[in-house]
């Protein structure tokens, strides 16, 4: 089974084609095998990201190197989160708090600072801090995200009106 998809931009035009095959194998979603139709919407849905990758351009040249350079990291099989350990969920929560206590200085620095680049400067004040400050700290955050975490579970019920 295949999936040819052509690509455009709204205001650039052509960009590209892309064909997603499957030659073998089922697809299964909790155990289930799913019938073709579902696998081609799933496949549709998986090329997708290649026109998400060049939604916000604000040129030609920018449309189609952000589809080539997506396109090619599919390719390479080098696409999703980077290599090594998965962080922690209440790290963003670290983060946030760290942004939160920012002095002017450091706020200035960070504003500075590319946008890729800013979790890593949060996390470098983080580890910074002494041990008793950054244990505390760390506390803190998993605390919050456990709170989320209630939060979230507390909204989530099955209601029939």
């Known amino acids: 089974m295949q999936v040819m998809r052509t690509f455009s931009h709204r205001e650039f035009g052509h960009l590209g084609e892309a064909t997603l095959a499957v030659e073998k194998g ?37 449309a189609s190197a952000a589809f080539d350079a997506k396109r090619k990291r599919l390719i390479e099989g080098a696409i999703g989160r980077t290599a090594g350990p998965a962080e922690e969920p209440h790290v963003r929560f670290i983060r946030q708090m760290v942004r939160n206590a920012l002095s002017p200085d ?15 400067f949060l996390m470098g004040l983080f ?28 909204t989530e019920f099955e209601l029939t009106i």
């Open 26 to 62: 089922k697809w299964t979603l909790d155990g289930q095998a799913l019938p073709d139709a579902s696998v081609e919407y799933l496949m549709g849905f998986a090329l997708q990201s290649l026109q998400d990758a060049y939604a916000g351009a604000k040129s030609q040249e920018a």
């Open 106 to 120: 450091n706020k200035a620095r960070y504003e500075q600072t590319d946008a890729k680049d800013r979790n890593k």
């Open 127 to 154: 580890t910074g801090l002494p041990t008793t400050r950054r244990d505390r700290l760390d506390a803190q955050a998993r605390t919050a995200h456990e709170a989320s975490l209630a939060a979230k579970a507390a």
